[in-house]
C-alpha cells in the first residue's frame, strides 16, 4: 500500500513480552517483562526495532536466571534458605512492599523526554529511537505515592497531569491528583521536571485500609474526573502476601455490594465539588473522555459487572485463549454518565435532574446525594483512543478494540457516539492491539488522518504487520510486514517527528 507523506515519526508500543527466566514463569501475562518495540515512519517506508526494558528487575532477574522480583500476579522468593525470622524482619520492615520497576503498560512524554510506565511509583526513561533504557525515577522521592495511574493526561501547553494512591501516610490513605510541568525554567537548566511537581488535590480514600483501584481517569475543561470503584486493594493482605506465599493480585477483590463513587475536582479551586454522586458497583479500567455542557459534566467509560478479565490474563487460562469455553463472564459496556453539577437545589427527593436529551439520569436522594444511571452507549469495545485534540470536548468518534466475549481482539472499530454507526477492520486469525488515531497536519474534522494499530497472526503462513488506515472511512491505506515474533502489547503513543529531538543527550 502507500502511506500518506506527512505520516513522519515513531509509533512507540510498550507490553509484557518474556514470561520465562531460566526454569521459572510467571503467572500472569501482565506480569510480563517489558518490551518495547517501535515502527518509525520515514519518507513512505517503515523501520521496526524492539528492545527489552532494562530495568533493575529485568537485571536482577536475568542475572540469577530466575523470577526474583515480584509483579502483580507473581510472587518472587528471592532467597530460598530464608528462615522463619529473616521473614518476619523483612515483613516488618515493609509493610508497603519494594515494588517493580518492569514499567511494561505505556509511553509517557515528559517534556522532551519520554518514560516506560507501570502501576508502581517506578517510570524508566527511554530512548526514542534507540529505545534504550535510561533513568529511574521515583515518584515517591516527589510526592508521596506507591502507586500510579500509567494513563497521565496532558493540557494544552504539554504539562502532565496524573494521579496515585498514597497508602497508610500519616495514618491516612487518599488519593493524590499531581501535575509534572512540560519543561523547568532556563535557570535551572539541570534539574528535572519531577523536582517542579506540585499536589493539585488529594482525595481521602472512603476506607484506611481498602483503597479502590484504579487504572485511569478523566478530565474536561475544568475538572478532573476520578471514579472510586468497589474493586479495592486490601492493605494488610498486600502488607502480608510475601508470609503468606500469596501474590498481590489476590488482594485486589471486588464488593459488588457498595456503591461506585463519582469525584469531580475543580482545576482552578483545587477543590472537590462537595455534592455526593453515585452509581451501582462498576468495575472499570479505561475511561474514553469527557466534557462539560449547560452545567452537566458528561464521561464516556467502560464497564464491567465483575472482575473476571483480570482472571482471563493467567497463563494458565491463556492457552485456552482461542477456545470457546474461554469466555469473559461480563462483556466490556461503553457507559455515558450525565452528571448535573448546577441544579436547581429544591428539586424533589426522586427527581431526575438532567435536563440535557439523554437517557442517562441522575437522581436526587432523601440524604441530598445523587444517583446516576448511565446511557448504554455500546458494548465488547476496549483499549479506547480519541483523536487527544477533543481530549475534554465534545467529541464524536471512539477507535477501538472489539473483543466480543473473547479477552484477546479481533478487530479494530470505530465508533460514533452521536450517531452509533460502527466501521471495522478484521480478518481471519488476526488480533490487533489499541489503535491510535494520528491527525493530518491539515486536518479539519475530528477523523481527517489515520488509525495506526500492530497486529499479530495466529496463522503460521502470515507474518505480524503494522496497519496503517484511513480514519474516516476505515480503508487500508498500506500495511508493513515485520519478519520477526511480534507480542500482542499494551499501550502507546505515536510522536510526530517535530517532538523527536534530534540528537538525544
Known amino acids: 500500500g502507500q502511506l500518506p507523506t506527512w505520516l513522519q515519526g515513531i509509533l ?3 507490553g509484557p513480552g518474556m514470561h520465562t527466566v531460566g526454569d521459572t514463569s510467571y503467572n500472569h501475562w501482565f506480569d510480563g517483562l517489558a518490551l518495547l518495540h517501535s515502527f518509525t515512519f520515514k519518507n513512505g517506508e517503515v523501520y521496526y526495532r524492539s528492545k527489552y526494558l532494562r530495568s533493575d528487575t529485568y537485571n536482577c532477574n536475568i542475572e540469577a536466571n530466575r523470577i526474583v522480583v515480584s509483579e502483580f500476579g507473581t510472587m518472587a522468593y528471592p532467597d530460598p534458605c530464608k528462615n522463619i525470622f529473616a521473614k ?31 502501576e508502581t ?77 506540585e499536589v493539585v488535590c488529594s482525595i481521602p480514600s472512603r476506607s484506611l485500609l481498602h483503597p479502590s483501584y484504579y487504572h485511569s481517569f478523566g478530565i474536561t475543561e475544568n475538572y478532573i474526573i476520578f471514579v472510586e470503584q468497589p474493586f479495592k486493594l486490601d492493605i494488610v493482605k498486600l502488607a502480608t502476601a510475601y508470609i503468606r506465599g500469596v501474590n498481590w493480585a489476590s488482594c485486589l477483590s471486588y464488593h459488588k455490594d457498595e456503591k461506585t463513587w463519582f469525584h469531580f475536582v475543580d482545576k482552578r479551586t483545587k477543590k472537590e465539588v462537595s ?155 488476526c488480533w490487533p492491539s489499541e489503535p491510535v ?7 479539519r474534522e475530528e477523523d481527517d488522518g489515520v488509525v495506526l494499530t500492530c497486529v499479530v497472526t495466529s496463522d503460521p503462513k502470515k507474518a505480524p504487520f503494522l496497519l496503517v488506515l484511513d480514519a474516516k472511512t476505515f480503508e487500508e491505506l498500506g500495511r508493513a510486514t515485520v519478519d520477526v515474533e511480534m507480542h500482542l502489547d499494551l499501550h502507546g503513543i505515536f510522536i510526530p517527528e517535530k517532538d523527536l529531538k534530534a540528537d538525544i543527550e
Not at 524482619?89 to 515528559?110: A, G, Q, R, V, W
Not at 483480570?310 to 462483556?331: D, Q, R
Not at 488515531?437 to 486536518?443: L, Q
Request: charged fraction near 25%; aromatic fraction near 12%; include cysteine.
Open 12 to 14: 512507540l508500543r510498550n
Open 88 to 118: 518476619a524482619f523483612t515483613y516488618l520492615s515493609h509493610t508497603i512492599p519494594e515494588f517493580t520497576d518492569n514499567c511494561l503498560i505505556n509511553i509517557m512524554k515528559t517534556g522532551d523526554d519520554f518514560y516506560a510506565t507501570g
Open 121 to 197: 511509583n517506578f517510570i524508566r526513561k527511554i530512548h526514542p529511537q534507540t529505545l534504550e533504557t535510561l533513568e529511574k525515577v521515583d515518584y515517591s522521592k516527589y510526592v508521596a505515592v506507591n502507586l500510579a495511574t500509567s494513563h497521565p493526561h496532558y493540557d494544552s501547553a504539554g504539562n502532565i497531569l496524573n494521579m496515585g494512591t498514597s497508602i497508610v501516610d500519616k495514618g491516612k490513605t487518599k488519593y493524590i491528583l499531581f501535575k509534572i510541568p512540560s519543561s523547568v525554567p532556563e535557570t535551572e537548566k539541570k534539574k528535572s521536571c519531577f523536582k517542579h511537581l
Open 275 to 429: 455534592t455526593k454522586f453515585y452509581t451501582d458497583a462498576v468495575v472499570l479500567f479505561h475511561h474514553i473522555n469527557a466534557y462539560e455542557e449547560d452545567g452537566h459534566i458528561i464521561f464516556d467509560i467502560i464497564t464491567y459487572a465483575d472482575n473476571s478479565l483480570y482472571e482471563m490474563f493467567y497463563l494458565k487460562n491463556m492457552g485456552k485463549y482461542f477456545e470457546e469455553n474461554n469466555k469473559l463472564t461480563s462483556t466490556p459496556t461503553s457507559k455515558r454518565f450525565v452528571v448535573p453539577l448546577q441544579y436547581n437545589k429544591d428539586a424533589e427527593v426522586g427527581s431526575n435532574l438532567v435536563t440535557l436529551p439523554s437517557t442517562a439520569t441522575a437522581v436526587k436522594e432523601k440524604d441530598g446525594s445523587i444517583y446516576c444511571q448511565p446511557e448504554i452507549l455500546c458494548e465488547g469495545i476496549e483499549l479506547p483512543r480519541i483523536n487527544y485534540d477533543y481530549n475534554g470536548k465534545k467529541y464524536n468518534y471512539v477507535f477501538a478494540t472489539e473483543v466480543q466475549w473473547n479477552p484477546v481482539p479481533a478487530k479494530i472499530v470505530k465508533f460514533n457516539i452521536q450517531t452509533k454507526e460502527k466501521l471495522q477492520w478484521g480478518e481471519d486469525r
Open 437 to 443: 488515531f494520528v491527525p493530518s497536519p491539515d486536518a
